[in-house]
Every structure is written in structure tokens, then in C-alpha cells.
């Protein structure tokens, strides 16, 4: 049989916070299991959408260093490069890749381009957005 | 864990039978999560001529932040000598030979409870008072002045000094590229403040969570001062205001009672009553953003202790977890919003 893994992580934090945690009080044990309780519940739901966020977020991302223009030839080299080896790369790896070419992209911008530097802040805007996690429940 | 409960108790044992001058024994000795920075454990310790609930906090293998057990010490009697509620402290082993580690007694307070971080309206109907008494007790810290004591055992950092120790522990601890945190930093950089008044003792953790109140609804401690250091008293209202002590209540432009307690205004009223000071609305966004930029910093020095295999405290998955990825969206949604 088949779990998927918000359903087994969901038994899990249920079975914490509903048999574990009562069992054990309002111990330092106790709190221990609640809070393992809300991991658990927490990565539930952070499981469900995680590769889709991550396929987007790395296109996304992607897009707007291609399509960045840097006025700084070892910038843009050093972009170019790095786009070159992210395709190579797993989806984790790439993300970690992409997102240290924008630190460099963003603090760039921020001293020498305005619109780019917006561009930048909207997307991380958008990308937090999209990981920010609800406060964990146990109501389905 | 640094030594097993027996070993803890004939140190606790011993210890107190000096500080008293009598054979004392040790009774219910637990561990409660008073914290996630410290190892915090209750005993009740039993003499022939009296016995008493006490505290011992003492640091950990690993933790959330690297504080020290003398400052807190020092700012926690700086504040009992001055009646701020907060718990008597009674002995530092700053050397750690004593407790295993180093650390500090203090006397246990009763009856209250803190409230937890995704209880919703903790306070209730004493949201109010309970509100108008803390922000006056942090307005009454920060009307203190400084001594050549407290200049002695705390840090000093008016902003820039504090920026430039947050900016080095993202340094040291961030483990993966931290666009938001970085960009965060140019601009706490480019726009530092002067200070809004005269060095003032510091909390540095005070926040909805961080106190104990009675089932009346009446203050009756403020705990955890692990991160207190002189400095810029804007940077304690900042953290107070936080959204994430909130409760849920409190959304990113920073509408919504503060810590569930009290609007805005009517929190800042309280403490400019207590402290003498005047809010500066001045700073008030760069100390908003860099609660945030705090705020991540910490939680990303938790990540790293778990990541290297130095904690197991499920405290730290947590604050790795939830937290970053609030003071995250919160910092990159303020970094846009400021055009910057």
C-alpha cells in the first residue's frame, strides 16, 4: 500500500499530539511532543505543493536572470555561466545555484538599477509568499 | 542533556546546602521549556529551617544564540533591584562549575503561565490592563540609566554596533544563498538611524511569550533575558510589535494589536508614560525591518545547529522551520513595499 507522505506525516503529528503528548503531560517530554507534533502537521501540508513551488520558483527565477542585463561584464559573465551549469543540475541544486546567482544579481542592482532591483524584490516577494506556512492544525 | 538527573541533583543539593548553611535536599527536579536558549529546570529545594521553588537556567550543548549566563544574570538583578517584576535572582556560576555548566538560581515565580505562540487571544478580556502593565514595566526598564556596572556586564550596541552583530552571525551560520536576509541588510545598512535617545538597558527578547501572568490577568514576570545589552529602547517596542508574537492578529504593515495586547498606540502611550522617552517615528520602519532581519538571522543560526548534528531539541527544527519562513515573507513583502 501506498502512504502519500502528507498522510503519513499527518498520522504521525496525530498520533504525537493525541496519544504521546496527553500520555506524557505538561512535561519537558510533553512539550517535546507537542512541538513534534506541529513539525510533523507542518510539513503535511509544506509536502503537498513543495515540488510544484520548486519547478516554479526555479523557472521563474530562471527567466529573470536570462533576462537580466547587467551593466558589469563580470556580472554578466558570471551570469551567463551559471545558467549555463544550472541546467545540468537536480532541481535542489539548481534553486541553491539560481538563488546565489540573484544575491549577487540583487546587490548589484540595488546600487546600479532600479527596475532591475524591483524585479528582484517581487519575485522574493512572491517566492516567500508562496513558502510561508500556515499555522499547523489538527481540523482537516 | 549535560549531566543525567542524579548528577544533577547532588550539584543542585550541594550548591544550595552552601548558599543556606544547612543539609538540604532536592525534590521534583524537572525540565520545562523555558526557552528555547537554555537548559531551564525546576526543583524544590528543602532545608530543616526553610525550602523554596527555584530555577536554575545553565547553558545548553547547543542552542538557538550564543548569549552569556553574566549578563543575563546582571540585567535580571538590575531589573529586581529596580521592582520590575522578574524573578529573584540568587546565585551565578559564571564558570560553570558548579551547575555543570555555566549558569544561575533564581527563585521560582507561581502561579502564571506564558502564553504560546499559536494561542489565539491569549489574554482575553485582561488583553488591556494586562497590556497597559507590560509596556509600562518595559517603559520602567528603559527608564534606567545605564551605570558603570551595567556598562561592565552588557554589551553596548546603539543600531549600527547591533546590526553589525546580527550581520556577522548570518555570516557565520547561513548554510544556503539568503537573497531577503542580504537584501534586508544593504538596506538596514543604508539607512541607520541615530539613536533615538539615550543608551537604555535592553531586554532584546521581550515579546507575548515571554512573561508570565496570572489567570487574573495581572503581570507577574518578565522572563528571558538572555539577549539583554544596552542600546536603543525602539528595538524592544520593534520586537514587541513583531507580527509573529501576535497571535495571528497582527498583519505585515503592521496593523493589529500588538503581541494581542494592545493597539499600537495605546502600547507606545503606556511605555512613553513609564520611560519618559518619546517613540521615534522616525526609525520606527528601520527597527520594524530589522526585527525582522533579527528575527532570521536567529532562526537561521537554529538551522544550522540542527543541520550540523548539534541539536536534537525539536525547539530548533521548529524555529528553523515556521518562524524563517514567516520573518522571510514579512521582510521580503516590507523590502518591497519601502521600494528598496
New interface residues.
Given amino acids: 500500500m501506498n502512504i502519500p507522505p502528507e498522510d503519513l506525516l499527518r498520522t504521525l503529528a496525530l498520533g504525537q499530539a493525541l496519544v504521546v503528548s496527553p500520555a506524557l503531560g505538561e512535561?519537558?517530554a510533553g512539550?517535546?511532543a507537542q512541538?513534534?507534533a506541529?513539525?510533523l502537521l507542518?510539513?503535511a501540508s509544506d509536502v503537498v505543493t513543495l515540488a510544484e513551488r520548486r519547478m516554479a520558483a526555479g523557472a521563474r527565477l530562471a527567466a529573470l536572470l536570462a533576462a537580466a542585463d547587467p551593466d558589469d561584464i563580470t556580472l554578466r559573465a558570471d551570469l551567463a555561466e551559471l545558467l549555463a551549469r544550472a541546467s545540468a543540475m537536480t532541481l535542489d541544486e539548481r534553486l541553491?545555484h539560481l538563488?546565489?546567482g540573484?544575491?549577487a544579481l540583487?546587490?548589484w542592482a540595488?546600487a546600479h538599477d532600479p527596475a532591475l532591483?524591483?524585479a528582484?524584490?517581487?519575485f522574493?516577494?512572491d517566492?516567500?509568499?508562496a513558502?510561508?506556512?500556515d499555522?499547523?492544525t489538527l481540523a482537516t | 542533556m549535560l549531566d543525567g538527573l542524579e548528577g544533577l541533583e547532588g550539584r543542585l543539593a550541594s550548591l544550595v546546602s552552601e548558599l543556606w548553611d544547612e543539609h538540604v535536599v532536592i525534590r521534583n527536579l524537572?525540565?520545562?521549556?523555558g526557552g528555547a536558549g537554555r537548559e531551564t529546570w525546576r526543583f524544590c529545594a528543602e532545608g530543616v529551617r526553610r525550602s523554596a521553588w527555584l530555577v536554575m537556567r545553565r547553558d545548553p550543548v547547543s542552542s538557538l544564540i550564543r548569549t552569556s549566563r553574566t549578563a543575563e544574570f546582571h540585567a535580571l538583578a538590575r531589573a529586581h533591584a529596580a521592582g520590575l517584576p522578574v524573578p529573584e535572582p540568587l546565585f551565578l556560576d559564571a564558570a560553570g562549575e558548579r551547575l555543570g555548566s555555566p549558569g544561575f538560581l533564581m527563585r521560582c515565580v507561581d502561579g502564571g503561565r506564558a502564553a504560546g505562540l499559536?494561542e489565539a487571544d491569549p489574554y482575553g478580556v485582561n488583553a488591556r490592563p494586562l497590556g497597559t502593565e507590560v509596556f509600562g514595566a518595559l517603559g520602567r526598564l528603559h527608564a534606567l540609566a545605564p551605570a558603570e556596572d551595567d556598562r561592565a556586564a552588557l554589551p553596548f550596541q546603539p543600531p549600527a554596533e547591533r546590526l553589525a552583530h546580527w550581520a556577522a552571525e548570518l555570516d557565520v551560520h547561513a548554510r544556503?544563498?539568503?537573497?531577503?536576509a542580504?537584501?534586508a541588510l544593504?538596506w538596514l545598512i543604508a539607512h541607520c538611524p541615530d539613536p533615538s535617545g539615550p543608551p537604555a538597558l535592553v531586554h532584546g527578547d521581550f515579546r507575548s511569550g515571554n512573561f508570565l501572568f496570572s489567570p487574573e490577568g495581572r503581570l507577574l514576570a518578565l522572563l528571558d533575558w538572555e539577549m539583554a545589552h544596552l542600546g536603543d529602547p525602539m528595538e524592544d517596542l520593534a520586537w514587541a510589535a513583531d507580527p509573529l508574537w501576535s497571535h495571528?492578529e497582527r498583519d505585515l504593515h503592521g496593523q493589529g494589536r500588538v503581541g494581542a495586547l494592545l493597539p499600537l498606540p495605546e502600547a507606545v502611550a503606556a511605555w512613553e508614560a513609564a520611560s519618559g522617552r518619546r517613540f521615534d517615528e522616525a526609525s520606527w520602519t528601520w527597527w520594524r525591518l530589522f526585527a525582522g532581519f533579527q528575527g532570521l538571522v536567529i532562526w537561521l543560526t537554529s538551522g544550522f545547529e540542527v543541520a550540523s548534528m548539534r541539536a536534537v531539541?525539536?525547539?530548533l527544527?521548529?524555529s528553523a522551520?515556521?518562524p524563517y519562513?514567516?520573518h522571510?515573507?514579512q521582510?521580503?513583502?516590507m523590502?518591497?513595499s519601502l521600494?528598496?
Fill in positions: 512535561s519537558y512539550k517535546t512541538t513534534i506541529a513539525i507542518l510539513a541553491e538563488f546565489s540573484l544575491e540583487h546587490a540595488d532591483a524591483k528582484c524584490r517581487a522574493l516577494k517566492y516567500a509568499a513558502e510561508r506556512l499555522p499547523p | 524537572f525540565r520545562f521549556h499559536f544556503h544563498p539568503q537573497p531577503i542580504r537584501a544593504r495571528g531539541d525539536p525547539v527544527v521548529f522551520y515556521y519562513r514567516f522571510n515573507h521582510v521580503a513583502a523590502l518591497d521600494g528598496a
